[in-house]
């Protein structure tokens, strides 16, 4: 099932060459913020604890045999914003699962793009930007509950682990390369990270306030 959460994270505008990227802030990651965030329980829930550092605010996510995210409704324009950055770091990961099946599909963290497609939820397209434990860059399959749903590895703790991490995607190109239509707008953005299915422990972090170049 497509859970509809949404992230912390930077949506970049695309403008000429001479123009500055448009920065839009999703989450602010703060106490009053939090209070307002839509909570969706897979199972259990994972525990969210708010901190800081140089970069500004961020948030802790801890889960062992449980599963949660944390998210917004948000509209988001791909044509003049189709860039999102994440600056992300796995602690502790899941050495060993199998994430493209049942059994094994938690991730120590992901973030979702998700687009209305239906009146329900159930008939939304998803991209699920994932912190894989096991797998390699750029690796893509369709989740194992939905084929609406398609986990996209940006980062793998093989490479960096206990590390901080910014990536950047394309999210109109993917919808298009992954899901083969044109999105124009963006209907929510969200935070994950849960082991409700291999019962193992994850901890991981997620940044706010991203700063990006400008788009050229």
Same mark, same amino acid.
């Not at 899941?94 to 059994?103: D, F, V």
């Given at each position: 099932?497509?859970?509809?959460?949404?992230?912390?994270?930077?949506?970049?505008?695309?403008?000429?060459?001479?123009?500055?990227?448009?920065?839009?802030?999703?989450?602010?990651?703060?106490?009053?913020?939090?209070?307002?965030?839509?909570?969706?329980?897979?199972?259990?829930?994972?525990?969210?604890?708010?901190?800081?550092?140089?970069?500004?605010?961020?948030?802790?996510?801890?889960?062992?045999?449980?599963?949660?995210?944390?998210? %917004?409704? /948000?509209?988001?324009? *791909?044509?003049? +914003?189709?860039?999102?950055?994440? !600056? &992300?770091?796995?602690? #502790?990961?899941?050495?060993?699962?199998?994430?493209?099946?049942?059994?094994?599909?938690?991730?120590?963290?992901?973030?979702?793009?998700?687009?209305?497609?239906?009146?329900?939820?159930?008939?939304?397209?998803?991209?699920?930007?994932?912190?894989?434990?096991?797998?390699?860059?750029?690796?893509?399959?369709?989740?194992?509950?939905?084929? %609406?749903? /398609?986990?996209?590895? *940006?980062?793998? +703790?093989?490479?960096?682990?206990? !590390? &901080?991490?910014?990536? #950047?995607?394309?999210?109109?190109?993917?919808?298009?390369?992954?899901?083969?239509?044109?999105?124009?707008?963006?209907?929510?953005?969200?935070?994950?990270?849960?082991?409700?299915?291999?019962?193992?422990?994850?901890?991981?972090?997620?940044?706010?306030?991203?700063?990006?170049?400008?788009?050229?």
């Amino acid at each position: 099932m497509i859970k509809f959460f949404f992230i912390t994270i930077l949506a970049t505008s695309l403008f000429t060459q001479s123009t500055l990227a448009e920065k839009i802030n999703i989450f602010e990651f703060t106490q009053d913020e939090l209070k307002t965030l839509e909570v969706k329980k897979v199972k259990g829930e994972t525990k969210w604890i708010l901190g800081s550092n140089e970069k500004g605010n961020y948030i802790k996510a801890e889960a062992e045999g449980k599963g949660s995210g944390l998210g %917004k409704e /948000i509209e988001i324009d *791909l044509t003049k +914003t189709p860039f999102i950055n994440i !600056t &992300w770091k796995v602690e #502790k990961d899941l050495s060993g699962i199998i994430e493209n099946s049942k059994k094994g599909h938690d991730y120590a963290a992901r973030v979702f793009v998700i687009k209305k497609t239906g009146s329900t939820a159930l008939s939304n397209r998803a991209i699920n930007y994932v912190f894989s434990s096991n797998n390699n860059i750029d690796d893509n399959w369709p989740s194992p509950y939905t084929k %609406k749903s /398609i986990d996209y590895v *940006l980062s793998t +703790t093989k490479e960096k682990l206990n !590390t &901080w991490v910014t990536v #950047k995607r394309n999210v109109k190109d993917d919808f298009m390369t992954l899901h083969n239509i044109d999105v124009k707008k963006l209907n929510g953005v969200a935070i994950m990270t849960d082991t409700d299915n291999s019962k193992l422990k994850a901890i991981s972090y997620y940044q706010n306030k991203i700063s990006l170049p400008p788009a050229l």
